[in-house]
């Protein structure tokens, strides 16, 4: 049977519940025992449909489980090579740097220098 999330608007009581699809969508509240404990689609159901693949995602990952050992090792080293130049990772890594720096560090930084 699915799980089901479950809210209380008025009280803000939320909880997971296991029951059948045709079971009522509005039940009573434990907390507050009022009838406005109700559905709440935080998460999308899943459903999985086996057979032909019908998307982009479901298709590229048939056909690289279809690949051979060696194909998959070439895929994965055209992957790994990014195209960029040694002086342009320098230069993304200095951003990364400065951008994770807390104000107090970017004064000290530009005061200071490395």
């Not at 080293?77 to 994770?100: A, F, P, V, W």
């Amino acid at each position: 049977m699915p799980r089901y999330d479950f809210e209380c608007t008025p009280c803000a009581y939320y909880t997971e519940i296991t029951q059948s699809m045709d079971a009522p969508s509005v039940i009573e509240c434990p907390v507050c025992g009022q009838q406005t404990l109700q559905k709440a689609f935080i998460t999308p159901p899943r459903i999985f449909v086996r057979g032909e693949a019908k998307t982009v995602g479901q298709l590229a990952e048939r056909n690289y489980k279809d690949m051979g050992f060696y194909e998959k090792s070439e895929r994965v080293e055209k992957d790994n090579k990014d195209g960029m130049t040694t002086e342009q990772k320098e230069k993304r890594k200095l951003h990364q740097k400065i951008t994770s720096m807390t104000p107090e560090q970017k004064i000290k930084w530009i005061k200071n220098g490395d």
